[in-house]
């Protein structure tokens, strides 16, 4: 006896009705040389589906279901329909590129779904993520702390609905820039995904979530950057930019494949972090004076140097804005552009055609006044940066050494004849950041025993005296928990400690001899430059940051 199962049936006669359609469509979308789209199997992107109205879509049964920038694909069912050409002829006028698939009905269907969705969704064009000047203040007011932030998050994980995900990274991406983070990572675990900001230069918690929550994040997140949504298994790097009240700040995406599911990285690049002044990133005013004589040089070198995220591309840029006029023209090669400036030439390295030593011998036939190297990494470039300071032209580049008396050995170490460092360098800077106390809610006190030691051993160690400030047994430390305006944190910002070696006749002497860069060093202390140590005790002396901080960044413990 045969038993039938009318539920198993009905579905067994949906899926061959589904898939008579499918089959039909496929030969329509042949016979109108047009390609074939099944909507059941494709994501629906709702910032195209909101370029029709739900009310028109169904009247000429089609469906925007793709955009990335002003191309829009299109979904119908008579791709010779007057209503269809009219509706492609209106888009088409709105400044829009319509490539036409065809579907069947049950395509049409799965996205007219969509519109339901459309009233929550935040609008999100291609490459761009907006936030409106109204969200971003009503979330700047509910934000004072990061477990403000984590709270938001955790309200729109619950709401368990399809916009929660536009919502979350509306909270997320704005709660970033209430805090000015620089980064914001999520790393999956076993158990959850782990969302952490970096907070001027140190990384902080902000709370876990669900892996479904990430999952639909990622491909929102991917698809805003312009990556493949089905590679997992490769590292990817994109962009984006977030639009707030007109302004764009861009932001690179860096995916890296993990164990429990691929662990992503925001960079923030708001151009307000670069667009401090010179004089505002924290040289003493006998560094800057001479700084400002160096960079009004017509040629030489400058160099800048410091591990990754030391702050020296800010001051790099700071320099050039300085001293960018319509009278000079400024070439940039540059791993990757991370800011864009107006009035030079950015170019950007490509590891197959367009290396550093490439892009800079090419820059150099375009006729240029300044050069900027993003970095000298290789014998190459070098020798090829060495031989623009001497021929005419003002070079600014970094190295990756400790100190700025370790930029003249590594030089040579890349095969610089150690004979003309003397003519083509005009000064080599190094640098560290440190985070500054928040002027609200820093607490004065005085130092530890071992604290004040370190002190007075190198106040003893300044040249120039007139730089210390008069009383050198009073400290700030960081309020625990901090207050609103630092949000919780004690520390508000980031400031730059520095050191350099200015080429003068000392200096120049003793290049001569391959010297070290203790005897460097100590050739350069005439000039009364202080060391990154002293200058970092003469911040902590005046209040701008802590002995902790200080000792975070640098070796307090030699001279």
Request: charged share 30%; with cysteine; net charge negative.
């Amino acid at each position: 006896m045969v038993v039938f199962n009318d539920q198993d049936e009905q579905k067994r006669v949906d899926f061959l009705r589904k898939r008579e359609e499918e089959e039909l469509a496929q030969v329509l979308s042949q016979k109108y040389g047009v390609e074939y789209v099944d909507l059941t199997l494709v994501a629906v992107n709702v910032d195209a589906l909101r370029l029709i109205t739900e009310e028109e879509a169904k009247a000429t049964e089609a469906a925007a279901f793709g955009r990335v920038g002003k191309k829009v694909s299109l979904a119908v069912r008579a791709p010779e329909h007057p209503k269809v050409k009219a509706l492609v002829n209106k888009l088409t006028e709105m400044g829009y590129e319509v490539t036409l698939y065809m579907c069947s009905q049950e395509s049409l269907k799965r996205a007219y779904q969509r519109y339901a969705d459309l009233s929550y969704a935040q609008e999100t064009k291609a490459g761009v993520f907006e936030l409106s000047g109204e969200e971003l203040e009503q979330l700047l007011d509910k934000v004072t702390t990061l477990e403000d932030i984590g709270k938001l998050i955790k309200e729109a994980v619950e709401l368990k609905k399809a916009y929660r995900i536009t919502r979350i990274l509306e909270i997320i991406l704005a709660g970033g820039l209430a805090t000015n983070a620089s980064d914001i990572h999520f790393e999956p675990e076993e158990a959850a995904v782990r969302l952490r900001y970096r907070l001027d230069g140190v990384l902080v918690d902000v709370l876990t979530f669900d892996h479904d929550t990430y999952r639909l994040a990622l491909s929102r997140l991917k698809l805003l950057s312009g990556l493949k949504l089905n590679v997992q298994g490769d590292a990817q790097d994109g962009r984006f930019s977030i639009k707030i009240k007109g302004d764009e700040i861009e932001l690179r995406t860096s995916i890296l494949p993990g164990n429990y599911a691929e662990t992503l990285v925001l960079r923030l690049l708001n151009p307000k972090s670069i667009g401090v002044p010179l004089q505002d990133l924290g040289f003493g005013e006998k560094l800057l004076a001479q700084l400002y004589k160096e960079i009004a040089k017509p040629n030489g070198m400058i160099m800048t140097t410091g591990p990754t995220g030391s702050g020296k591309t800010t001051t790099l840029y700071a320099f050039l804005r300085k001293i960018n006029s319509p009278e000079t023209k400024i070439i940039t090669i540059e791993d990757p552009i991370e800011y864009h400036l107006q009035g030079l030439v950015q170019t950007q390295v490509d590891k197959k055609n367009y290396t550093f030593a490439n892009g800079l011998r090419s820059a150099l036939r375009q006729d240029p006044d300044i050069i900027m190297v993003g970095e000298i990494r290789d014998s190459e470039v070098a020798q090829t940066a060495i031989n623009a300071a001497l021929t005419g032209h003002l070079v600014f580049s970094t190295l990756h050494t400790n100190d700025a008396a370790g930029s003249f050995p590594r030089l040579i170490d890349l095969g610089v004849d150690e004979k003309v460092l003397s003519s083509a360098i005009n000064a080599a800077l190094a640098q560290r950041l440190v985070r500054k106390l928040c002027e609200k809610c820093k607490v004065e006190g005085t130092p530890t025993a071992e604290e004040q030691k370190v002190i007075d051993k190198y106040v003893g160690t300044i040249v120039d005296k007139a730089l210390v400030p008069k009383d050198t047994n009073k400290v700030w430390r960081a309020k625990e928990g901090g207050c609103a305006e630092c949000h919780g944190r004690g520390y508000k910002g980031r400031m730059g400690i520095y050191e350099a070696v200015f080429m003068d006749p000392s200096i120049e002497t003793i290049l001569r001899s391959k010297p070290s860069e203790r005897e460097i060093y100590a050739a350069a202390r005439p000039q009364g430059i202080p060391s990154m140590q002293e200058d970092g005790i003469i911040k902590v002396l005046r209040g701008q940051t802590s002995m902790d901080e200080l000792r975070r960044v640098v070796d307090l413990d030699t001279i």
